[in-house]
């Protein structure tokens, strides 16, 4: 079993930055956790993706919506991945999810089988 906690969620002004934080435990292998995504829910929509890293950093892709705006890395060595954030918009507040999954899993969430519990992102206008 893997287990993935996120922080450094919080409130901010359009226009600002964050840095979410996800930590990884348990049972790590470079095959269980090959792909690690970040999702995001706001209130009534669906989860959505939003950025996704190779366990080598090989490949990384992101959300049209926040492509240029956010960076995703991963440090291996700490089990750790993040999410840079700036430019941050409205449209952005949602529940921000780390999710862990074998290669390949790719923006689909029914594709990973691990799960954090979500940070809270608001961004206020």
């Known amino acids: 079993q893997v287990q993935l906690e996120e922080s450094g969620g919080g409130l901010v002004q359009v226009g600002g930055s964050l840095r979410l934080s996800c930590a990884a435990s348990?049972?790590?292998?470079?095959?269980?956790?090959?792909?690690i995504s970040w999702f995001r829910q706001a209130p009534g929509k669906e989860r959505e993706f939003v950025a996704a890293?190779?366990?080598?950093?090989?490949?990384?892709y992101y959300a049209d919506s926040v492509k240029g705006r956010f960076t995703i890395s991963r440090d291996n060595a700490n089990s750790s991945v993040y999410l840079q954030m700036s430019g941050l918009k409205p449209e952005d507040t949602a529940v921000y999810y780390c999710?862990?999954?074998?290669?390949?899993?790719?923006?689909?969430?029914?594709?990973?089988?691990?799960w954090g519990q979500g940070t809270q992102v608001a961004v206020s206008s």
């Open positions: 999710a862990a999954g074998r290669a390949g899993a790719g923006r689909l969430a029914d594709r990973y089988a691990y």
């Open positions: 348990g049972r790590i292998d470079s095959v269980s956790v090959y792909t």
């Open positions: 890293i190779t366990w080598n950093n090989y490949l990384r």
